[in-house]
């Protein structure tokens, strides 16, 4: 049972390229989450999805897209990558809104 | 807007003894989590609390929340080595329907 995976685990961009990040979960989960781990400040929520079809902007959604393609799958898309954009990013998903979350592994994403 | 503000941020204790996070939340929140990080590695579900005066216990972790005082805390008992690591509250915004987290408390246990 994989749980939530994420890819890439690791990625080192130029400033103002872009990527996506991948993240799929296998649980039959409705919400899913992209969280974004800086050192002192604990997580800090981008985007959610409550549910299949719906998005919303969390606490930092500046500079960062998401798309949830299914039940199963949400992308984060960062379109012209800053170096205040160099964090560890996490997904995470839950049965409903207010049940605990599942968390990925992390993707370290370094932008130079 | 929802703050949650932990205390300590940094704890190093000898393994054997006793000690207490705070979790503080600044407005209405009847469901509080708690997790646990180790170093590089993802977050692990510890504690759900539902209701005010809900305690959790599962070692030498237990978990209490009083919604009244919006305070939640994290006693360690008889600290363990294995219990390194950092350790987030967070608390449910039930309009937003979405977690914030405190900053984490770093626990290091040492021999």
């Known amino acids: 049972n994989a749980g939530v995976t994420q890819t890439p685990k690791f990625q080192v961009l130029k400033t103002g390229q872009s990527m996506t990040l991948q993240c799929a979960q296998d649980?039959?989960?409705?919400?899913m989450y992209w969280y974004r781990q800086d050192p002192g400040m604990g997580l800090r929520l981008i985007y959610y999805?409550?549910?299949?079809?719906?998005?919303d902007k969390g606490e930092v959604p500046n500079g960062y897209n998401v798309s949830r393609l299914n039940k199963r799958e949400f992308s984060l898309r960062l379109e012209s990558a800053a170096p205040s954009q160099t964090s560890v990013y996490f997904c995470?998903?839950?049965?409903?809104?207010?049940?605990?979350?599942?968390f990925g592994d992390g993707t370290r994403l370094s932008i130079l | 807007e929802l703050k949650v503000e932990q205390n300590p941020l940094f704890l190093s204790m000898q393994e054997g003894k006793n000690y207490t996070i705070y979790c503080n939340y600044s407005?209405?929140?009847?469901?509080l989590y708690w997790y646990r990080q180790d170093p590089g590695k993802s977050l692990e579900s510890l504690f759900v609390?539902?209701?005010?005066?809900a305690v959790k216990q599962e070692g030498r972790l237990m978990a209490s929340l009083d919604t009244k005082a919006r305070l939640s805390t994290l006693h360690i008992t008889a600290a363990v080595h294995d219990l390194s690591a950092t350790y987030f509250c967070?608390?449910?915004?039930?309009?937003?329907?979405?977690?914030?987290f405190g900053q984490g408390t770093r626990l290091t246990i040492n021999p």
């Open positions: 995470a998903s839950g049965r409903q809104s207010n049940q605990p979350q599942h």
């Open positions: 649980m039959n989960h409705n919400s």
């Open positions: 999805s409550a549910s299949e079809g719906t998005t």
């Open positions: 407005t209405t929140s009847d469901r």
């Open positions: 609390l539902l209701s005010n005066g």
């Open positions: 967070a608390a449910f915004i039930e309009g937003a329907q979405k977690l914030v």
